[in-house]
């Protein structure tokens, strides 16, 4: 079984709907939960970052971590064409574990369409 | 640019050469991080810097990967005796400081091993 668990889509939403997005994870001693989205051939780019438990907003993105069932979301309100990408999330255990690593999901390949 | 730089973009190499693939991380990030990332699978950690050396180089898959970050600038990921499993899209990434603060990722490095 994988440390982070991520379904790979794709994933297909009419323009204008909410997304919701979602990892589940096994290890009890991350504290770092990052959402990158990932553009077709280009690098991760950092959506959110979010330290325990509670939740997060910027803007259109919404990030949630429920430490105690050990499952993080991403939602998208009034999702864009524009969105259409794989979106990755990410933890890490940090000071902790002694490792500054990411340990990454599969990514979700959503697209929005027009 | 402000932002993480790799070079080359796209390497093709034969079976059983070397490769050596370069990352600018974001100036004044003092950590630096090589992810490998293959088709539909999201990146896994290699190696990481801190300053000019390998805090933790856990993720390399054997010998015949190595890195290098002389100056605690520029780093170099270097494999020998290419093998076509080693075909992936190679991430690199820069944080501020080792800990808390978040990678940041370039457009990666595609590697081709025929």
């Known amino acids: 079984q994988k440390e982070v668990e991520q379904d790979p889509g794709p994933l297909s939403v009419p323009e204008g709907a909410i997304v919701s997005l979602n990892c589940t994870y096994s290890?009890?001693?991350?504290?770092?939960f990052m959402w990158y989205r990932q553009y077709s051939r280009k690098g991760p780019e950092l959506l959110m970052y979010t330290y325990s438990s509670g939740n997060k907003e910027d803007g259109r993105f919404t990030a949630q971590v429920d430490k105690s069932s050990k499952y993080i979301s991403l939602f998208i309100r009034d999702s864009q064409p524009s969105d259409s990408a794989t979106y990755l999330c990410a933890m890490s255990a940090g000071l902790t574990s002694g490792t500054y690593k990411y340990i990454f999901g599969t990514g979700t390949r959503l697209k929005v369409l027009a | 640019g402000a932002g993480v730089s790799q070079t080359p973009s796209n390497k093709v190499t034969e079976k059983g050469k070397y490769v050596e693939l370069r990352c600018d991380p974001i100036s004044g990030h003092t950590a630096l991080y090589w992810y490998r990332q293959s088709l539909g699978q999201g990146p896994e950690f290699l190696i990481y810097?801190?300053?000019?050396?390998?805090?933790?180089d856990s993720g390399l898959p054997n010998d015949r990967f190595f890195a290098v970050r002389p100056e605690g600038s520029v780093s170099t990921l270097k494999i020998q005796r290419t093998e076509r499993g080693d075909s992936a899209v190679y991430l690199c990434?820069?944080?501020?400081?080792?800990?808390?603060?978040?990678?940041?990722f370039g457009p990666g490095t595609r590697l081709t091993v025929l």
């Open positions: 810097f801190q300053g000019t050396g390998a805090a933790d």
């Open positions: 990434a820069s944080s501020l400081n080792l800990g808390t603060d978040t990678q940041y």
């Open positions: 290890n009890s001693a991350f504290q770092y």
